[in-house]
């Protein structure tokens, strides 16, 4: 069993920055994929970005196009944590961001929600504009 719990989010101007932190437990985080989704009031849980490892100390990232080039998604396997640093936030980043993780060989399309095995709890995130 993973546990995952997630800190960070807070209210920020549009233009401004967060760092959302995701806590995992377990052995063997480093060899799980780590993502980041999120969802908005009213709408479907989407993909952000996710780290997956590639083999030795190699990960490689991936990120929705709505998000490319203002986040980035880092892991720090001492700790046992993945990252989410987000810049030039605007208001349609306003949603409740949670963190997932599923081992690296079991993950499938690295986009969709049934591919990751454990779920935290949430960090609203808000953006005024």
């Known amino acids: 069993q993973v546990q995952l719990v997630e800190s960070g989010g807070g209210l920020v101007q549009a233009g401004g920055s967060l760092r959302l932190s995701c806590a995992a437990s377990?052995?063997?985080?480093?060899?799980?994929?780590m993502g980041w989704f999120r969802q908005a009031a009213g709408k479907e849980r989407e993909f952000v970005a996710t780290?997956?490892?590639?083999?030795?100390?190699?990960?490689?990232?991936y990120y929705a196009d709505s998000v490319k080039g203002r986040f980035t998604i880092s892991r720090d396997n001492a700790k046992n944590t993945a990252y989410l640093q987000m810049n030039s936030l605007k208001p349609e980043d306003t949603a409740v961001y949670y963190c997932?993780?599923?081992?690296?060989?079991?993950?499938?399309?690295?986009?969709?929600?049934?591919?990751?095995?454990?779920w935290g709890q949430g960090t609203q995130v808000a953006v005024s504009s």
């Open positions: 780290t997956v490892w590639s083999g030795g100390s190699v990960y490689y990232t």
């Open positions: 377990g052995r063997t985080f480093s060899s799980y994929a």
């Open positions: 997932a993780a599923a081992p690296n060989e079991a993950l499938g399309v690295i986009t969709r929600l049934s591919s990751y095995d454990y």
